[in-house]
């Protein structure tokens, strides 16, 4: 009775989260795929769901220590422009880093997803954001563009990371299609500790982050031996 309750309450949070699987075309899918598949959606489902379950006092608490780990970061320092996620879901808070890159001159950027694509477009006051796909406050199409390879920090959301800086997000491949273009010195994964794991699966085209940041400290992602 109590693991029915528990189950219920698991599907009432991920129902009003608006979380749901990605598209799945199993003509399109080996063994392997699917076992790989199956596998990054029970990480997705467990870890969202936690992340869900935090207390809007713990939200704030662990983003300000994020924020502070970042903003003692060099390459945060030197980046004349960087771009920026509206936090959904309980994500890591971003407002704070925000106002902090306003206060350095920084250029600020946030996506705008134009059908399969994100874009991304310049931002001055997050009141000016609107909703977009998904729910997203994103910045208007009328805003400044810039491509991806100029800017010189991607800051990314995510639902778990590993120590080899992998990533997996909801699902969509917007970022891992536009991540391919910049160096991976220069992508920043932020993240509650709880969202790191040893290991998570990948597939082709997944992208990987060049640090993880947490309430913690900074995880430099370790190197993995090919053979």
Known sequence: MEEEKTQK????????SGFKE????????GEKDF????KKSGIRRDLLLRRL??????????????????LRLRRFRNARSIVLYFPIKNEVETRGIFRKAQE???EIYFP?????????????????????????????RDSARIDII??????????????????????????????SKVDKERRIGLAYDFQVLD?????????????????????????RVIW
């Open 35 to 38: 076992d790989v598949f199956r």
């Open 199 to 223: 290991s998570i699966p990948v597939e082709a085209g997944d992208e990987e982050v060049g640090l993880v940041i947490t309430e913690s400290g900074v995880i430099i992602p370790k190197r």
């Open 9 to 16: 309450r698991r599907f009432r949070i991920l129902s009003s």
């Open 104 to 106: 350095f001159h920084k």
């Open 112 to 140: 705008r997803i134009e059908g399969p694509l994100l874009e991304f477009r310049k931002v001055g006051d997050l009141n000016g954001l609107e909703p977009g796909s998904f729910g997203i406050p994103e910045p208007s």
């Open 53 to 70: 379950s935090l207390s809007p006092e713990e939200v704030d608490k662990s983003s300000k220590e994020i924020t502070k780990n970042l």
């Open 22 to 29: 990605p598209a799945l075309n199993l003509s399109a899918f």
């Open 150 to 179: 100029e800017v010189n920090l991607v800051i990314i959301p995510g639902i778990a990371f590993d120590r080899f800086g992998r990533r997996l997000g909801y699902g969509g491949g917007y970022y891992d299609r536009v991540l």
